[in-house]
């Protein structure tokens, strides 16, 4: 009797293990349909979005100004500054916002050139703003840049650029 309820045992366990077996499989199946589902919403939702930003930015790039069409750059004396420096000064003081150089409007910058200069000894840029309008060379404001402190310059005088070479021209061609 012995060999038959070890051998009905056995069955039993037999029986248990593929039921067992089974349902594991069922709901490793049913995990495995349910997170390839939430992955597919997942991934259809961020194309959404990014074919909407896309498009916007699109839209965006037609509107912005454009070099050559509105405005002019000219880089000189490039061995005394590297440039990356340059354009991150000039991006921190607020002179690579072109829509806003070239507003008219009351709050905008109405800008027709720019002249940029690089004192060397104090680490700091010198701007010449001539707006839209000026009459003479002599018709400009002053500006700066303090390079290691990474701040404006305030009430800077005329001579402060006397003698130092031009590094940057911005020119707006919308007033020629």
């Given at each position: 009797?012995?060999?038959?309820?070890?051998?009905?045992?056995?069955?039993?366990?037999?029986?248990?293990?593929?039921?067992?077996?089974?349902?594991?499989?069922?709901?490793?199946?049913?995990?495995?349909?349910l997170i390839?589902?939430?992955?597919?919403?997942?991934?259809?939702?961020?194309?959404?979005?990014?074919?909407s930003e896309?498009?916007?930015?699109?839209?965006?790039?037609?509107?912005?100004?454009?070099?050559?069409?509105?405005?002019?750059?000219?880089?000189?004396?490039?061995?005394?500054?590297?440039?990356?420096?340059?354009?991150?000064?000039?991006?921190?003081?607020?002179?690579?916002?072109?829509?806003?150089?070239?507003?008219?409007?009351?709050?905008?910058?109405?800008?027709?050139?720019?002249?940029?200069?690089?004192?060397?000894?104090?680490?700091?840029?010198?701007?010449?703003?001539?707006?839209?309008?000026?009459?003479?060379?002599?018709?400009?404001?002053?500006?700066?840049?303090?390079?290691?402190?990474?701040?404006?310059?305030?009430?800077?005088?005329?001579?402060?650029?006397?003698?130092?070479?031009?590094?940057?021209?911005?020119?707006?061609?919308?007033?020629?």
């Amino acid at each position: 009797m012995k060999k038959f309820q070890f051998e009905q045992k056995l069955k039993d366990l037999t029986k248990r293990l593929t039921r067992r077996n089974f349902i594991l499989f069922i709901a490793s199946s049913l995990m495995i349909v349910l997170i390839c589902q939430l992955l597919f919403v997942f991934h259809n939702k961020q194309s959404s979005v990014a074919h909407s930003e896309t498009s916007q930015s699109s839209s965006q790039v037609t509107n912005q100004r454009g070099e050559g069409k509105d405005y002019t750059i000219q880089y000189s004396n490039s061995s005394l500054i590297k440039r990356t420096t340059l354009n991150t000064a000039l991006k921190n003081a607020g002179l690579f916002d072109f829509t806003y150089l070239l507003n008219t409007s009351d709050d905008g910058g109405n800008e027709a050139k720019i002249l940029v200069y690089y004192n060397q000894a104090n680490q700091q840029l010198v701007f010449k703003f001539y707006q839209n309008g000026y009459q003479s060379a002599n018709d400009y404001q002053i500006g700066g840049y303090d390079l290691q402190k990474q701040t404006a310059i305030h009430s800077l005088q005329p001579s402060a650029f006397n003698g130092l070479p031009l590094v940057y021209t911005w020119e707006n061609l919308q007033t020629k």
